[in-house]
């Protein structure tokens, strides 16, 4: 067995549950997200990025917890695996820690979980500075540097490791936010510490940039474009500063970090969950404004799950709408947008080139596509 890869795996089962129902995030409500009727999805996350090392599963062993923390998928996928820590049913940030401990206690090469910034944040109380840690973003807040930027890319970097590349190791910034402040308009990120992780700058995210937009000229004119085209279709306005500026010039209410929807200039439907999105736009031609978080480049699946999958294919990539000052843009310096819808095929089918609204009558084509996608 001393060719064998051991593979620590920890999924967070409660992870991303608040996003798909508007709780910004899933600390402390997670009672409340799943009385909303929302359902975990951190183990599908997970599974897609083992996926791509499927046809590795005779060279790999994952050392993991109990049930829905990891040994549940793997025996869905068929990996050799052995359970290093018993959870109880219902899960708690404890169980994450112990669950580190355990598995670091058993002897892995690397530590991939699927998580959110407090799946990170526990895990880096307790992990061994040495440990190489990977995270799959199934989280809410993804504002930490030890992330792939799809589960896809995760799985990516692994592949990379199996095939006996030169990946070389980097310290990435774990943050978090305060999520109350959060659920009120208020982005206040802190930096906890840095976890090492695999140097793959393809596929491992760059930690948010803060700030607000203070060209107020810029987003003004973005706002005038936006509005020039508003007809009889409702518009789904997503989240962010970009956003806001057209509900603002509107005199528009707007949740900054939630979605709300227009008809006609008005609005219709204020901070919606993922399954009133589906209702209220049901069989209605639709428009969606998003913007991209700054630094990252992502433009679905941060802070913004209440866009799902079935949303965005009935929406139909024709009638996205993308905003971006140039400023933002050229802070990427040519990196790609990102997507992470949950359905890697149809992130597939949404890269491409968009037209990205940068001022009035002023557009920028820029391209939209995942590095580990393009890397199939």
């Known amino acids: 067995m001393s060719n064998t890869f051991r593979l620590g795996v920890i999924i967070n089962p409660l992870a991303g549950l608040g996003g798909s129902v508007a709780l910004k995030g899933s600390d402390g409500v997670a009672a409340e997200a799943m009385a909303r009727g929302a359902e975990p999805k951190a183990h599908l996350r997970l599974a897609q990025a083992l996926e791509v090392i499927l046809p590795y599963r005779d060279k790999v062993e994952l050392i993991t917890a109990s049930g829905a923390m990891g040994e549940e998928v793997a025996l869905q996928l068929g990996f050799n695996h052995q359970v290093a820590y018993h959870s109880a049913v219902e899960t708690e940030a404890r169980d994450t820690q112990d669950a580190v401990r355990a598995i670091q206690a058993s002897g892995v090469d690397l530590l991939l979980f699927a998580g959110g910034d407090g799946t990170a944040r526990d895990i880096f109380a307790v992990v061994d500075e040495?440990?190489?840690?990977?995270?799959?973003?199934?989280?809410?807040?993804?504002?930490?540097?030890?992330?792939?930027?799809?589960?896809?890319?995760?799985?990516?970097?692994?592949?990379?490791?199996?095939?006996?590349?030169?990946?070389?190791?980097?310290?990435?910034?774990?943050?978090?936010?305060?999520?109350?402040?959060?659920?009120?308009?208020?982005?206040?990120?802190?930096?906890?510490?840095?976890?090492l992780v695999p140097a793959e700058p393809r596929y491992i995210q760059a930690v948010k940039m803060g700030g607000r937009e203070v060209d107020e000229l810029v987003l003004g004119d973005i706002a005038a474009q936006v509005i020039d085209q508003m007809e009889d279709e409702l518009f789904i306005m997503g989240s962010g500063s970009t956003v806001a500026a057209v509900m603002q010039?509107?005199?528009?209410?707007?949740?900054?970090?939630?979605?709300?929807?227009?008809?006609?200039?008005?609005?219709?439907?204020?901070?919606?969950?993922?399954?009133?999105?589906?209702?209220?736009?049901?069989?209605?031609?639709?428009?969606?404004?998003?913007?991209?978080?700054?630094?990252?480049?992502?433009?679905?699946?941060?802070?913004?799950?209440?866009?799902?999958?079935?949303?965005?294919?009935?929406?139909?990539?024709?009638?996205?709408?993308?905003?971006?000052?140039?400023?933002?843009?050229?802070?990427?310096?040519?990196?790609?947008?990102?997507?992470?819808?949950?359905?890697p095929e149809l992130d597939a089918e949404l890269c491409g080139y968009y037209k990205v609204v940068t001022g009035y009558r002023d557009y920028v084509m820029y391209q939209v596509a995942n590095p580990d996608l393009v890397s199939r």
Do not use: W
Request: neutral net charge; hydrophobic residues 45%; contains cysteine.
């Open 249 to 343: 010039e509107l005199g528009l209410a707007n949740t900054l970090l939630g979605v709300d929807v227009i008809a006609h200039r008005q609005l219709v439907g204020s901070d919606l969950t993922a399954n009133e999105l589906l209702e209220l736009t049901q069989d209605r031609q639709c428009k969606l404004v998003i913007t991209l978080i700054g630094g990252q480049g992502h433009i679905l699946g941060r802070g913004n799950q209440q866009l799902s999958s079935r949303l965005i294919r009935a929406v139909g990539k024709e009638n996205i709408i993308i905003l971006a000052t140039k400023t933002k843009l050229k802070a990427l310096e040519g990196r790609p947008l990102i997507v992470d819808s949950g359905d």
């Open 130 to 195: 040495t440990l190489p840690v990977l995270g799959v973003p199934a989280g809410v807040k993804i504002h930490s540097g030890v992330y792939g930027i799809t589960p896809h890319a995760s799985g990516m970097v692994i592949k990379l490791l199996l095939d006996g590349e030169l990946v070389s190791l980097m310290t990435g910034d774990v943050m978090d936010i305060d999520e109350v402040a959060f659920r009120q308009g208020t982005v206040k990120a802190r930096r906890f510490g840095e976890m």
